[in-house]
């Protein structure tokens, strides 16, 4: 049994030094989640999504739904 290990990646727009996420995308079409972490801290805890609910987050966030106003 070989154990598949998460590719991390973070958008292009994180180089400002701000609060950002990494998420390892790989793990979306062979378990069906994804994983999610603070990329300050990678050996921090993990969150995992169901693919569903995070492409639900990513289609508000893009929306602007979570736009400070």
Aim: positive net charge; contains cysteine; proline residues 6%.
């Amino acid at each position: 049994m070989t154990t598949e290990s998460p590719r991390w990646y973070k958008s292009s727009y994180s180089e400002n030094g701000g609060q950002c996420i990494e998420v390892a995308a790989d793990f979306a079409a062979t378990r069906g989640v994804v994983p999610v972490r603070d990329s300050k801290v990678p050996g921090g805890p993990v969150l995992s999504l169901s693919a569903d609910a995070f492409s639900c987050f990513v289609t508000s966030v893009k929306s602007g739904r979570f736009d400070k106003g």
